[in-house]
């Protein structure tokens, strides 16, 4: 009798730990990957909060490149009670998918996956015409209501005098200010944009007696040659020189 009250106490206890530890257990928080192409070494930083690291821990990390595991790592404990990064030689070509998968040894688990770039390469310059603005009349480039459609979808009365054409630019290298913007109506050059620092854009005056719907297109293009467009229809109507 006296045994039994032993046992049931002890299977009391273990099943209120495990109970206990299954609550308190939970999937990774959070993992970022970063990829050194030069050194083919994958960095995975995992945030896991666990007060006892050697029970409640990330047992286990596989990597994949396009979809093939490369790499199975297994742990009996993390090395840290919240975030902490593991460091693994990786074979990867620009281009590569990269995919991390890490598994808590009671329950969950978190993926990552990044594309493997090239540190050197630079991107064309991001363009977008913000004046005038899609779908809209404007008197003079000044907006003043939704374009009911009838002519064209973006209308431009008065030319764009008051408030020019803007083009808003953003490069990975170059700043905006850097940047040479050209606006062109059906392919024929109107001119360089100018920086306005005010406003954080390039803008140029598109005036002139005309009738008619028009291509604009704003090319930007930043210090190493890279070069990207944006353009619209507008219909445009104006007889002031």
Known sequence: ???????????????????????????????????????SSLDVTITHN????????????DVFVNDELVLTQEYTSQPSTTTWTYTYDIEAEVGDVIEVTAY??????ISRSITVEDPNADNPPVVQITNPTKGYFHFSGIRLFP?????????GFGGFRLRPVQVFVEDDKDEPEDIEVKIFIDDEELGTAAWNNADGVHELQWTGPNLGTFTLKATAEDSFGNINSFEMEV????FIP
């Open 1 to 39: 009798m006296k045994y039994r009250k032993y046992i049931v106490l002890f299977l009391t206890l273990a099943f209120s730990t495990v109970f206990a530890m299954q609550a308190l257990a939970h999937p990774p928080q959070d993992m970022v990957l970063s990829y050194d192409l030069d050194t």
């Open 50 to 61: 666990s007060p006892a690291s050697s029970a409640h821990y990330i047992n286990q990390i």
């Open 104 to 109: 808590c040894n009671i329950q969950g688990q």
């Open 147 to 155: 374009s009911i459609g009838i002519i064209g979808e973006t209308l």
């Open 235 to 238: 219909w445009y109507f104006c």
